[in-house]
């Protein structure tokens, strides 16, 4: 059973911002892409971002610019800064990581942007 474990996820003010961190097993961090996805209540979830193993990044168009993906190879760990958070960024956040067709997620963490 392959583990994302995810954390940072909370309550924030509008305008304010949060880093989420997901870490993988060093062997399925080393080849997969790994990504972030969203669910708001009563939504489908969405791709937020993801960044493959060589490091391109992909972002959902309304979110570039405030959203930034990154990873730490050392760490196993992948992670995203999410600056000038809006009441419609809140969601549970998903961590992802995908090769192909196998694809593994994470437990979840809610973001909450209050107004």
């Known amino acids: 059973q392959v583990q994302l474990v995810e954390s940072g996820g909370g309550l924030v003010q509008t305008g304010g911002s949060l880093r989420l961190s997901c870490a993988a097993p060093r062997n399925i961090f080393s080849l997969y892409t790994m990504g972030w996805y969203r669910q708001a209540p009563g939504k489908q979830r969405e791709l937020v971002s993801t960044?493959?193993?060589?490091?391109?990044?992909n972002y959902a168009d309304s979110l570039k610019g405030r959203f930034t993906i990154s990873r730490d190879n050392r760490k196993s760990t992948v992670y995203l800064q999410m600056n000038s958070l809006k009441p419609e960024d809140t969601a549970i956040y998903y961590c992802?990581?995908?090769?192909?067709?196998?694809?593994?997620w994470g437990q979840g963490t809610q973001v909450t942007v209050s107004s």
């Open positions: 960044v493959t193993s060589a490091g391109y990044t």
């Open positions: 992802n990581a995908n090769l192909y067709t196998v694809t593994y």
